[in-house]
């Protein structure tokens, strides 16, 4: 079979998208004009014409003004079941997704609502097409510790209604200048409620950030990590704990973390022995899902069959402990 063949029918596992980002120009619009939201452009066409960043900062500002058009449950189901629909196409067997209550409560959007509309499409999404799922609800780090205390109190009265989709907390927004640190006494408190912890370190932020997630915040997973290759004792620390690495390389592409995929570091982390994963992170801005990122590194990378197995099977074996024990 070709390249795309070979890789579509590999069993994945998508551990680092944001459902924010899998927000397309067309359901923005669609959205906007189903609640009566206003947008600063004029149509499609103008909004994607302005996805053209800098840094992960000039990202998150498109990325939070798209979100403004989620208002109810309904918007949170289309949206998830949109990402579920194409991703269904891409041989993804399962799928950890993260999403930001915070980017809606701020809004007055009641958080009962987000979770809803997501877990809705997620279990019709387990029974249409057999793809299982989590939620992995995230912190803004830019926001204030407290301000972490508060959204979760908020959420825990939801915790038993989503038992079966609720596993994860997660940790992203603006790197530099918020280290894992800030968020250390949240972090400990999820860990005595019995989540699966995961933060972002390492894509824009040093190294030391890896660390201190891992020394800090307890999290079992890194996501992107791609800055750890930094610090080669740090580097030997995650392959012998076969720590996992999700990285998003067409969103390093596209916030210039890298400036050339064929510079990217994921084959050399796969080979030091790194648990590397493929993963597409805000597929809607980045210009590609999971399947794409498989495509754009096999190809720039060079990569030969045997990594693209390791890579899909290493995304499986980072699956959150409840579902590896499962299969
Ligand atoms: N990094 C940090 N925060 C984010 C990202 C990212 O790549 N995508 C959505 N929120
Ligand atoms: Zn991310």
Same mark, same amino acid.
């Given at each position: 079979?070709?390249?795309?063949?070979?890789?579509?029918?590999?069993?994945?596992?998508?551990?680092?998208?944001?459902?924010?980002?899998?927000?397309?120009?067309?359901?923005?619009?669609?959205?906007?004009?189903?609640?009566?939201?206003?947008?600063?452009?004029?149509?499609?066409?103008?909004?994607?014409?302005?996805?053209?960043?800098?840094?992960?900062?000039?990202?998150?500002?498109?990325?939070?003004?798209?979100?403004?058009?989620?208002?109810?449950?309904?918007?949170?189901?289309?949206?998830?079941?949109?990402?579920?629909?194409?991703?269904?196409?891409?041989?993804?067997?399962?799928?950890?997704?993260?999403?930001?209550?915070?980017?809606?409560?701020?809004?007055?959007?009641?958080?009962?609502?987000?979770?809803?509309?997501?877990?809705?499409?997620?279990?019709?999404?387990?029974?249409?097409?057999?793809?299982?799922?989590?939620?992995?609800?995230?912190?803004?780090?830019?926001?204030?510790?407290?301000?972490?205390?508060?959204?979760?109190?908020?959420?825990?009265?939801?915790?038993?209604?989503?038992?079966?989709?609720?596993?994860?907390?997660?940790?992203?927004?603006?790197?530099?200048?918020?280290?894992?640190?800030?968020?250390?006494?949240?972090?400990?408190?999820?860990?005595?409620?019995?989540?699966?912890?995961?933060?972002?370190?390492?894509?824009?932020?040093?190294?030391?950030?890896?660390?201190?997630?891992?020394?800090?915040?307890?999290?079992?997973?890194?996501?992107?990590?791609?800055?750890?290759?930094?610090?080669?004792?740090?580097?030997?620390?995650?392959?012998?704990?076969?720590?996992?690495?999700?990285?998003?390389?067409?969103?390093?592409?596209?916030?210039?973390?890298?400036?050339?995929?064929?510079?990217?570091?994921?084959?050399?982390?796969?080979?030091?022995?790194?648990?590397?994963?493929?993963?597409?992170?805000? =597929?809607?801005?980045?210009?590609?899902?999971?399947?794409?990122?498989?495509?754009?590194?096999?190809?720039?990378?060079?990569?030969?069959?045997?990594?693209?197995?390791?890579?899909?099977?290493?995304?499986?074996?980072?699956?959150? =402990?409840?579902?590896?024990?499962?299969?």
């Amino acid at each position: 079979p070709d390249r795309l063949t070979f890789i579509r029918q590999l069993p994945k596992a998508e551990l680092h998208v944001h459902i924010e980002g899998t927000l397309e120009p067309d359901l923005i619009f669609r959205l906007a004009q189903r609640n009566g939201v206003t947008l600063p452009y004029a149509d499609v066409d103008a909004l994607r014409a302005a996805y053209q960043f800098t840094n992960l900062q000039s990202f998150l500002d498109l990325y939070y003004a798209g979100a403004a058009v989620l208002l109810t449950e309904q918007d949170f189901y289309d949206m998830t079941m949109a990402y579920l629909t194409r991703i269904a196409q891409d041989g993804v067997v399962h799928t950890e997704i993260m999403f930001d209550p915070q980017t809606h409560t701020e809004r007055g959007v009641p958080i009962a609502d987000v979770f809803a509309g997501i877990a809705r499409a997620l279990r019709e999404g387990k029974a249409k097409w057999g793809i299982t799922s989590c939620l992995i609800m995230s912190f803004l780090r830019h926001l204030s510790e407290q301000a972490a205390f508060d959204t979760l109190d908020e959420a825990l009265p939801l915790r038993a209604d989503y038992a079966d989709v609720w596993l994860g907390i997660g940790l992203d927004s603006g790197e530099q200048g918020n280290p894992p640190e800030k968020f250390e006494r949240v972090y400990a408190r999820c860990r005595e409620l019995g989540f699966y912890l995961v933060a972002h370190a390492g894509e824009e932020g040093p190294a030391d950030y890896v660390s201190g997630a891992l020394d800090k915040l307890n999290v079992i997973r890194i996501d992107h990590g791609v800055r750890s290759e930094e610090d080669p004792a740090l580097v030997a620390r995650l392959a012998a704990r076969r720590i996992p690495l999700t990285v998003c390389p067409l969103s390093n592409l596209k916030l210039k973390v890298v400036n050339d995929m064929r510079e990217h570091n994921l084959k050399r982390l796969l080979d030091q022995g790194l648990c590397v994963t493929i993963n597409s992170d805000d =597929p809607a801005y980045f210009g590609g899902y999971l399947l794409d990122n498989y495509v754009a590194v096999a190809q720039a990378l060079d990569l030969d069959d045997e990594d693209l197995v390791k890579l899909a099977r290493n995304s499986m074996d980072a699956r959150f =402990p409840v579902f590896v024990s499962q299969s």
